[in-house]
C-alpha cells in the first residue's frame, strides 16, 4: 500500500470506526480511507444530487462567502476561475458573478468538459477531500490548470489532534475519503511550489510560484 498524496509506503492504520479502515502517511500525514470501503461512482453521484444545495439560504450563503470574501482579496475582475467540483448548481460561479468575478463551472459527474487550458484561480470547495486519488487530481490542479502566480481558494475540514476522530461529523460522510492536516498542506506546498498565503478557519489560500 503506498499512501494516494505522496506515493510513500511508510503507512499505518489509524483508526477503524464501524468497520471502515482508515490509515496514515507517516510521511505527509494524509488520512484516508481503505479503497476497499469507497462507495461506487453510483452511490457517489447519488450522494451529491440529494446535498440541499441548490437554494441559497442564509447559512449556507455564510458558508460559501468563507471562499468568495478571499477570492474578492486575492483575484481580479479581469481574470478567468474555474470551480473545480462544481456539484450539481453552479452556486460558487453565481456568486462570484455577482461580484464580478469570472468563473467557469466543472464537475467530473454533473458538469464534465475537457480541461484544456489555465485559470488564474481555482476554487475547491469542499472538494479536497472527496479526491480518490490526490496525487493525480492535485498534479491536474497545479501543474496543468492553474497558471503561475495564480491563487488556490482551498476549503476542507482539517483534522488537528484535538478532535477524536471517531466523534467527528466530518467523517461520517462516506464520500469524504481524505483527509488532511496542517503538514500535509505544507508537504503539497512544497511539492508543488506554492506559498502559503492562509490557512485558518478551513479556509486554505495558496498561490503557485
Not at 47 to 65: C, I, P, S, V
Amino acid at each position: 500500500m503506498i499512501c494516494p498524496l505522496c506515493k510513500s509506503s511508510k503507512i499505518k492504520e489509524f483508526i477503524e470506526y464501524k468497520e471502515v479502515v482508515y490509515h496514515t502517511c507517516e510521511i505527509c500525514e494524509l488520512i484516508f480511507m481503505d479503497k476497499k470501503f469507497h462507495v461506487s461512482n453510483e452511490k457517489e453521484k447519488s450522494r451529491y444530487e440529494k446535498h440541499q444545495n441548490n437554494e441559497l439560504t442564509d447559512g449556507y450563503k455564510a458558508f460559501l462567502y468563507k471562499i468568495v470574501d478571499k477570492i474578492k482579496i486575492y483575484s481580479k475582475a479581469s481574470e478567468n476561475g474555474l470551480d473545480f467540483g462544481s456539484g450539481p448548481y453552479p452556486m460558487m460561479e453565481n456568486l462570484l458573478a455577482k461580484e464580478n468575478l469570472k468563473c467557469e463551472s466543472y464537475d467530473p459527474y454533473f458538469n464534465s468538459k475537457k480541461l484544456n487550458e489555465s485559470y488564474d484561480f481555482i476554487v475547491l470547495n469542499e472538494v479536497a477531500e472527496h479526491f480518490n486519488n490526490p496525487y493525480v487530481e492535485f498534479d491536474l490542479i497545479f501543474k496543468k490548470l492553474l497558471k503561475k502566480n495564480g491563487f488556490c481558494y482551498i476549503q476542507t475540514g482539517i483534522y488537528t489532534e484535538n478532535i477524536d476522530f471517531k466523534g467527528w461529523h466530518y467523517k461520517n460522510d462516506l464520500t469524504h475519503v481524505c483527509f488532511y492536516r496542517h503538514k500535509t498542506i505544507d508537504i503539497i506546498c512544497d511539492t508543488y511550489n506554492l506559498k502559503m498565503v492562509e490557512n485558518t478557519n478551513n479556509v486554505i489560500v495558496l498561490q503557485r510560484k
